[in-house]
């Protein structure tokens, strides 16, 4: 079993920043590719990054060039550093990992950006 938290999500004005986390803990062994995922109000869930734990990192179109995902393989933690934010960021952000053929989901971080 795996365990994934998020955490740093927030209330931020349009063109800020914020930098989320995701910890895993559990049996973590096995899992390559870790991955950002959003859904807003209405919408599907969307990939916003996905980052292999050689660091190979990629990008949602509109993510490109203002979000940055990393990863500290020691803590079993990926981060989401988010900056030049818009209203239309606003979503809940999840942490996905995939072991095997088994998908783990993080409860979720919330991030409003108003305008």
């Known amino acids: 079993q795996v365990q994934l938290v998020e955490s740093g999500g927030g209330l931020v004005q349009a063109g800020g920043s914020l930098r989320l986390s995701c910890a895993a803990s559990?049996?973590?062994?096995?899992?390559?590719?870790m991955d950002w995922y959003r859904q807003a109000p209405g919408n599907q869930r969307e990939l916003v990054a996905s980052?292999?734990?050689?660091?190979?990192?990629t990008y949602a179109n509109y993510a490109q060039g203002r979000f940055n995902s990393s990863r500290d393989n020691a803590k079993n933690t990926i981060y989401l550093q988010m900056n030049s934010l818009k209203p239309e960021n606003t979503a809940v952000y999840y942490c996905?990992?995939?072991?095997?053929?088994?998908?783990?989901w993080g409860q979720g971080t919330q991030v409003t950006v108003s305008s």
């Open positions: 559990g049996s973590t062994f096995g899992i390559n590719v």
């Open positions: 980052i292999t734990k050689r660091g190979s990192l």
């Open positions: 996905h990992g995939l072991q095997g053929f088994i998908n783990y």
